[in-house]
Structures are given as structure tokens and as C-alpha cells.
Nanobody, 125 residues
Framework: QVQLVESGGGLVQAGGSLRLSCAAS????????MGWFRRGPGKERDFVAA????????DYSDSVKGRFTISRDNAKNTVYLQMNSLKPEDTAVYYC??????????????????WGQGTQVTVSS
């Protein structure tokens, strides 16, 4: 069983930065991809970014490209999301996700099989 625990959320002013972390635990953790999603107030859970575990290939939604950076530390079983130039519309609960079985390049939640509990990010104007 895999457990994902996010941290690093909080309240920040527009233009500021936050760094989210997602620590994974579980026997023989070896995902194909790790991803970040977010759910804003009254919205669906939307794709933010993903990274392949072996080669570090990244993918970003258009709304965060150039402002957010996803990275991973394989030795620590941890994935990060560095968020810069934050905007009020980035306010959401951010979820870490792991794809251990599908191996696709998709951006939909059903293509990830493990999820963290979420961490709140609030950007004030």
C-alpha cells in the first residue's frame, strides 16, 4: 500500500511563492509518474503538473506553465511543486497523486491510483 502526504500549503500574497512537498511511503514504492492536481472553490479537480519517475519528464497545464516547477527526489520518495508568481486564481486544495499501474501521459484523475489528502493553498490579492 502507498501513502502520500502533502505539506507546504498556506496563505500567501499574490506574487509570492510556495513550495509543496509530497512524501510517499510504502513497500517498494516505484511509481511510473507523480502528479499534482488542484480543486478550486466550486471547481473540478484539475491537472496541474506531472513528472515521470525514472526520466524526470515533465508536463504542465497551460495555466501554470512558466510559473510552477515540478521536481522529484527519488532517494527520498518525494515530489515537489515550486509555485512562483502566485495568483488569487491559484487558490485551491492541492493534491499529490501517484500512477503506479497505468503508465499513460494523460491528465485525468482516473489515470492516477494513489492520492494524498490535500493541502490548502490560499493566495490573497
Amino acid at each position: 500500500q502507498v501513502q502520500l502526504v502533502e505539506s507546504g500549503g498556506g496563505l500567501v500574497q499574490a506574487g509570492g511563492s510556495l513550495r509543496l512537498s509530497c512524501a510517499a511511503s510504502g513497500r517498494a514504492f516505484s511509481p511510473i509518474r507523480m502528479g499534482w492536481f488542484r480543486r478550486g472553490p466550486g471547481k473540478e479537480r484539475d491537472f496541474v503538473a506531472a513528472i515521470t519517475w525514472s526520466y524526470g519528464r515533465t508536463d504542465y497545464s497551460d495555466s501554470v506553465k512558466g510559473r510552477f516547477t515540478i521536481s522529484r527526489d527519488n532517494a527520498k520518495n518525494t515530489v515537489y511543486l515550486q509555485m512562483n508568481s502566485l495568483k488569487p486564481e491559484d487558490t485551491a486544495v492541492y493534491y499529490c497523486a501517484a500512477d503506479t499501474i497505468y503508465g499513460s501521459a494523460g491528465r485525468v484523475p482516473r489515470q492516477f491510483d494513489y492520492w494524498g489528502q490535500g493541502t490548502q493553498v490560499t493566495v490573497s490579492s
